[in-house]
C-alpha cells in the first residue's frame, strides 16, 4: 500500500590527510488532500500522493532516502586506515494532510485520522530503519583494520560501504513486503480501537 522512494548515493571516497562523524538531516513536508467522503478522498489521495518510480505508482506517503559523505585516509605503520569516515543521512518524509470541511461526517474524520495515523506511522519506520543502517555503516567503517595500502584501503572501504547500502535496502523491501500483508488486518484494528475510544 505504502512505499518509498528510495535514492541511494553510495559514500564517496576521497583519499587524502581524526574523527568519525554521521550526520543526520531530517525534514518532513505535507501534501493536501481535499473531499467531504471517503470515497473522494480515496480519490484526491490517488491523485496528489507522492508518484514513486519504483512502482510506477502513486502512494499515501513517501520517504526518500539518501545516503552519501566522505572518507579520508592517512598511512600508519601498518600501512593505511581510514582517518575522516563523514557520512550523511537525508531524509525527506511527504506525507498527507486533510483539514474536514464544515458538515464532514464524524465518522469520515475518524476513519482518515486512522488511516493518517498509519501512513505517518509507516513512513517513520522507514525513517527509523534509515537511521539504524548509517549508525551500522558508520560503526563498520570506524572499525575497519589496517590495509598495506591507501588504494587498497579506499578499495574495501568501497565495498563495505555497498554492502551496508545493499543491506539497508533488503530491510526497507522486507518491511514494505510485511507491511503489505498485514495492511488491512493492521486497519480494521486501528480503526477498532478508534471507534471503541470515540464511543467513550
Known amino acids: 500500500m505504502k512505499r518509498r522512494a528510495l535514492l541511494l548515493a553510495g559514500v564517496v571516497c576521497l583519499a587524502s590527510a581524526s574523527a568519525h562523524t554521521e550526520t543526520l ?29 519504483e512502482t510506477g505508482l502513486r502512494h499515501p506517503g513517501a520517504t526518500e532516502v539518501k545516503f552519501d559523505g566522505h572518507v579520508t585516509y592517512k598511512r600508519v605503520d601498518a600501512g593505511c586506515v ?3 569516515a563523514n557520512v550523511k543521512l ?23 485520522q486512522t488511516l493518517e495515523s498509519d501512513i505517518e506511522r ?24 589496517p590495509e598495506p595500502t591507501c588504494a587498497r584501503m579506499e578499495a574495501l572501504v568501497n565495498q ?17 513486503t510485511i507491511e503489505g500483508r498485514e495492511v488491512n488486518f493492521r486497519l480494521r484494528r486501528a480503526l477498532s480501537r478508534a471507534v471503541s475510544d470515540y464511543r467513550r
Do not use: C
Open 25 to 53: 538531516d531530517e525534514s518532513t513536508r505535507y501534501f493536501a488532500v481535499r473531499g467531504t467522503t471517503l470515497a473522494e478522498l480515496d480519490r484526491d489521495l490517488n491523485r496528489r500522493g507522492p508518484f514513486v518510480a
Open 82 to 84: 581510514v582517518d575522516q
Open 90 to 112: 537525508t531524509l525527506n518524509m511527504l506525507l498527507p494532510r486533510w483539514a474536514p470541511p464544515r458538515g464532514v461526517a464524524p465518522e469520515t474524520i475518524l476513519i482518515w
Open 122 to 145: 509507516h513512513e517513520k519506520r522507514h525513517a527509523a530503519i534509515a537511521k539504524s543502517w548509517l549508525k551500522r555503516m558508520e560503526m563498520a567503517l570506524r572499525n575497519l583494520r
Open 160 to 176: 563495505v560501504t555497498q554492502r551496508y547500502l545493499a543491506g539497508h535496502e533488503r530491510a526497507q523491501v522486507e518491511f514494505d
